[in-house]
T-cell receptor, first 113, second 107 residues
Framework: NAGVTQTPKFQVLKTGQSMTLQCAQD?????MYWYRQDPGMGLRLIYY???????DKGEVPNGYNVSRLNKREFSLRLESAAPSQTSVYFC????????????FGPGTRLTVL | ELKVEQNPLFLSMQEGKNYTIYCNYS?????LYWYRQDPGKSLESLFV?????AVKQEGRLMASLDTKARLSTLHITAAVHDLSATYFC???????FGTGTSLTVIP
């Protein structure tokens, strides 16, 4: 059982470039999440998808877009990367919404130059 | 604005001694999580506290929740090296994480 997987593990971008972070879960969970983790700030929710077909903004959505491709997959897109988006990005999933335990992927370390 | 504050932010613990990490939050919530993160790794769920007065224990870690005080504590008994990690509390509104407590056990 792989749990939550993310690709890539590391990425370096130049300012203005675009990229998509991929996330997949094999636990048949309904809800999926994208967080960013910055030093001294804990994790902050970017977007979430409570169920297949729905997406909603979290605490820090600006500069990002998401797609819930199907029940398993939830991608995060940076259309025009900025140095302020240098961070570690975590995808997570839970069975039903925020009241269930979230299971986290291994993270993607993104550097924007 | 919702705030979830942990203290201390950094904690050097001597092996064998007891310590407590505090998590304060600024709005009503009846559910609180504790997570552990090892350096360069992802987050692992430790406890979920579902109601006022809830207490959960596993090994040397014990977590409690006081929803009236908007306070959760993570108590470490007789610290050992394996407990060195960063510990986060998280409050369910959407899902707001505390700033994290980086914990180092020194011999």
């Amino acid at each position: 059982n792989a749990g939550v997987t993310q690709t890539p593990k590391f990425q370096v971008l130049k300012t203005g470039q675009s990229m998509t972070l991929q996330c997949a879960q094999d636990m048949n969970h309904n809800s999926m999440y994208w967080y960013r983790q910055d030093p001294g700030m804990g994790l902050r929710l970017i977007y979430y998808s409570a169920s297949e077909g729905t997406t909603d903004k979290g605490e820090v959505p600006n500069g990002y877009n998401v797609s819930r491709l199907n029940k398993r997959e939830f991608s995060l897109r940076l259309e025009s990367a900025a140095p302020s988006q240098t961070s570690v990005y975590f995808c997570a999933s839970s069975e039903f919404g925020f009241t269930d335990t979230q299971y986290f992927g291994p993270g993607t370390r993104l550097t924007v130059l | 604005e919702l705030k979830v504050e942990q203290n201390p932010l950094f904690l050097s613990m001597q092996e064998g001694k007891n310590y407590t990490i505090y998590c304060n939050y600024s709005t009503t919530s009846d559910r609180l999580y504790w997570y552990r993160q090892d350096p360069g790794k992802s987050l692992e769920s430790l406890f979920v506290l579902l109601s006022n007065g809830a207490v959960k224990q596993e090994g040397r870690l014990m977590a409690s929740l006081d929803t009236k005080a908007r306070l959760s504590t993570l108590h470490i008994t007789a610290a050992v090296h394996d407990l060195s990690a960063t510990y986060f509390c998280a409050v369910v509104i959407q899902f707001y994480f505390g700033t994290g407590t980086s914990l180092t056990v020194i011999p």
